[in-house]
């Protein structure tokens, strides 16, 4: 069977770099017109002449994911482009590893709003034109958000809220033409997983519990797991939180 895009609009957050740039770029392989979120301006740029030269349309809006006044605004203005909206995938998302005596209020509260509150005002916002295009959400946790992880109590603290955020609406919207999922990624090979520095005299036993055993995923891997879950080929999927972190929730 072909998932196909064709005619559909998609919007994605944190398009301008690792896993969100992949979805996105799959996407458009499979027909989709993009609209694309990010703070980085000049990465979006680049993603958006890669979609348009593959003949796609696309549009970006360089704005911070967890202002609820921006992601209504992204939105709206998705919709006044395209006509429609068929899938909102949350992808963009932070991180960083620190003792939880040493989280200052402003980090847990960035965190929480960025990976948590942001996802839910851009839920709000598409709900209404997924319901008339039988659409759907795809929204990017963490396997930290299944799995206890020492030194990243705000992160996977703001993951696991993710993952019930997405089963409660799920649940509020069981009789409605709407599938809402979340897919929860281990470590991968992307700026996040590369760049995310150990803070000094932590406990490394604790952390090689929440490392992978086998080599970190290709972003590409994840989003086909993406394009998949949002596609028509998975017609019963909704609730449902699908672990694709090459076994680290397991143990
Ligand atoms: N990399 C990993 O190992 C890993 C593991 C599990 C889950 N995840 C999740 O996957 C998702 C993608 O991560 P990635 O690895 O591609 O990281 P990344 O850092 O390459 O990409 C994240 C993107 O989000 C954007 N972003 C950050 N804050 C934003 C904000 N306030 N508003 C709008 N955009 C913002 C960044 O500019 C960036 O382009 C995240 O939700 C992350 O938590 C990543």
Known sequence: ???????????????????????????????ADLSLLDVNEDGLAEVRSEIEAMGRRCMTQAVDV????????????TVERYGRLDALCNVAGIVGLCSAGDVSEAYWNR??????SGPFYLCQAAIPHLLQTRGNIVNVASSG???????????STSKAGLIHMTRCMAMEFMHQPIRIN??????????????????????MSLVQR????????????????????????????????LSVDTGISIG
Do not use: W
Request: glycine share 8%.
């Open 1 to 31: 069977m072909r998932i196909s895009f064709e005619g559909k609009a998609v919007f994605v957050t944190g398009a301008a770099s690792g896993l969100g740039k992949s979805t996105a770029l799959l996407f458009a392989e499979h027909g």
């Open 66 to 77: 967890s202002a609820k006044a921006n992601c209504d605004a992204a939105i709206a203005a």
């Open 111 to 116: 965190t929480l709003a960025v990976n948590l």
């Open 145 to 155: 958000g299944l799995k206890a992880q020492a030194y990243l109590v705000p992160y």
């Open 182 to 203: 979340a897919v929860a990624p281990g470590a991968m090979d992307t700026d996040m997983g590369r760049h995310t520095e150990l803070p000094e005299g932590i406990d």
């Open 210 to 241: 929440f490392c992978n055993m086998r080599a970190p995923s290709q972003p590409d891997d994840v989003a086909r797991l993406i394009l998949y879950v949002a596609s028509d080929l998975s017609p019963s999927l909704h609730g449902a939180c």
